[in-house]
């Protein structure tokens, strides 16, 4: 079995030393063992978890999210679910892509040859190309929402704060209050969630959306086929 240094581990991972240095701080990415002089030794073991932190750090988990998820029993069916995810959206993006090549070398071709190009093929481009601008959009418009709201919030609480005027920050609060109940449930009528246990695809009810604990990629919630509750990882629904 291979051991491997700080620096080692942090080179075959393309992160720096300090970052490992951190995930051990923050106990989930602890060393196997220490050297006689105190040095952290690594595993092969946890060389591959360390690739999946990373990893997961790319698909937008924060490091309070990680811990959690590798705190949970048998996080590995979790994880395999995100990967599962991932592949998929993964395989749909190279599919949509090669899709559009193949149809972009056939109107080139067909141009060349200086043939009528279908009407019905061109509309079909054009109103896939729409759809995904509508969905970029929408996505835009959420974070902005989110992001305005935030602003309103901190900054009439810091008006509260330290200037001692309440009132805008008991308006702000309440009108982003409001604000949020249409955008919850725009997000709640869109996704879905997928049982590490026993696989099953499922809509959780409003309330227990809600108050679900969650990362960017799973929600906890207690799935109806099986009874078990855990992080389930979030897909869009079929019906979508």
């Known amino acids: 079995m291979s051991q491997y240094s700080t620096g080692e581990l942090a080179k075959l991972c393309g992160v720096s030393v300090r970052t490992v240095q951190y995930y051990d701080s923050r106990g989930i990415l602890p060393p196997s063992e220490l050297s006689e002089g105190g040095r952290r030794v690594y595993t092969d073991g946890d060389l591959s978890k360390m690739k999946m932190i990373c990893f997961l ?3 937008g988990l924060s490091i ?3 811990g959690r998820l590798l ?3 048998e996080p590995e069916k979790i994880i395999d679910l995100i990967l599962d995810e991932q592949e998929k959206a993964l395989r749909e993006e190279i599919d949509e892509a090669s899709a559009k090549l ?3 070398v ?3 071709s067909e141009l060349e040859k200086n043939s009528e190009v279908s009407p019905q093929n061109v509309g079909d481009i054009a109103y896939r190309m729409k759809a995904r601008k509508a ?3 929408i996505r835009r418009n959420l974070i902005i929402a989110a992001v305005i709201m935030g602003l309103i919030e901190y900054s009439t609480l810091l008006l509260w704060i330290f ?3 309440w009132l805008p920050f008991v308006i702000g609060y309440g009108l982003c209050m409001i604000a949020s109940v249409p955008l919850l449930k725009y997000y709640h009528g869109h996704v879905a969630y997928i049982c590490p246990e026993c696989r099953k695809i499922f809509v959780p009810s409003t309330a227990e959306f809600m108050f679900a604990g ?3 990629k799973t929600r906890k919630l207690r799935c109806p086929g099986c009874g078990v509750k855990k992080y389930c990882v979030e897909t869009v629904r079929e019906d979508m």
Request: no cysteine.
């Open 71 to 73: 705190s949970e029993p």
């Open 106 to 108: 056939f109107f080139r």
């Open 57 to 59: 750090r790319e698909l």
């Open 163 to 165: 200037k001692g005027i």
């Open 64 to 66: 309070n999210d990680i």
């Open 102 to 104: 193949d149809k972009t």
């Open 135 to 137: 969905m970029f959009t």
């Open 214 to 216: 969650h990362t960017p």
